[in-house]
């Protein structure tokens, strides 16, 4: 059976990217937050992972405005990247796992959780940049992975707490898959940011510190915080690490954090990592 081995969260930064693709990482701005990596490189070279299930949002390039679907999973066996207007360099293609997606998103509709399907998906630094931080620039990604892609763009979003029972949805349809894959859920987005507006500019450590410590001890405090309210304390692109909380639904009730870090400011934003597994594990 297929079984989850861990937990990730990360940001995806599109700066993170130019920062690999120029030499950045151990430049002192740079590197106080490559550093936060190192427990995680280590951690997926000992476990290697047969498929990593990436919780992200699109940010316009897959999905435009005109058409947002609330929760999306991939359904194909390759996801091309491509650049939604930041200058990045393309990544190696992703090899996907287009069975586990079609049963992932079986099992997801069973339970009530309408799941837009994806035959063909481009992924962009929200899904892109996650992987460069975790394994570094690759012609032949060591994992396989599905994009799992949560609104948090185009208003109306899903609330927290609906990004943490389709987590524990998602545990479900993992666990009753039967090839024996290792699989890793990634949370990606977030922390607290605002890219527009008069709030431009807006970290909230507090707020930040706050979200991390609830995503490992207490995820029902986070889940039951309400969009406006995530918004107001973390900015309006704060509202992303809602997304951490799908990747702490799939892990079951109590977890062993392996490992965590926070810095910011970098670029806009407050950058958290965590490496969690299931306490059950
Ligand atoms: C930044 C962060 C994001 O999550 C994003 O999608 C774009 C920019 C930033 O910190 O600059
Ligand atoms: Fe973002």
């Known amino acids: 059976m297929a079984k ?3 937990g990730i969260t990360t940001s995806h930064i599109p700066a993170v990217g130019n920062a690999i693709t120029d030499g950045l990482t151990q430049d002192p701005y740079w590197k106080r937050f490559f550093d936060g990596y190192g427990p995680v490189h280590d951690w ?3 476990n290697k992972p047969d498929v990593m299930i990436i919780v992200y949002n699109d940010h316009g390039l897959n999905f435009f405005l005109d058409k947002v679907p ?3 999973i991939g359904c194909a066996d ?3 990247n491509a ?3 930041w200058g990045l360099e393309l990544s190696a293609p992703f090899t996907g796992d287009a069975a586990f997606s079609w049963h992932i998103a079986e099992s997801l509709i069973e339970q009530e959780f309408d799941m837009c399907t994806c035959q063909e998906m481009r992924v962009d630094h929200g899904f892109v940049n996650p992987m460069r931080v975790l394994y570094g620039d690759r012609k032949d990604w060591p994992v396989k992975t599905i994009p799992f892609a949560v609104n948090t763009v185009q208003h109306p979003l899903p609330s927290a707490r609906r990004c943490h029972a ?3 949805a998602l545990k479900v349809a993992i666990e009753s898959y039967p090839d024996d894959l290792k699989v890793v859920v990634a949370g990606t987005g977030g922390l607290s940011h605002q890219l527009q507006g008069e709030r431009a500019g807006i970290i909230n450590v507090d707020y930040d510190l706050a979200v991390m410590d609830s995503v490992i001890n207490d995820p029902d405090w986070f889940a039951a915080q309400p969009t406006d309210e995530i ?3 973390a900015g309006t692109e704060g ?3 809602i997304m951490w909380l799908v990747m702490r639904g799939a892990l079951g009730a109590s977890v062993n954090c392996l490992h965590k870090h926070y810095h910011a400011p970098i670029s806009n934003t407050g950058a958290g990592v965590l490496l969690l597994e299931s306490a059950a594990a």
């Open 4 to 6: 989850i081995i861990g």
């Open 44 to 46: 997926l070279e000992e």
């Open 70 to 72: 609330t929760f999306a």
């Open 78 to 80: 390759r996801y091309e």
């Open 83 to 85: 650049d939604e207007g």
């Open 166 to 168: 389709i987590g524990k």
């Open 231 to 233: 918004i107001r304390q």
């Open 239 to 241: 509202i992303e690490s």
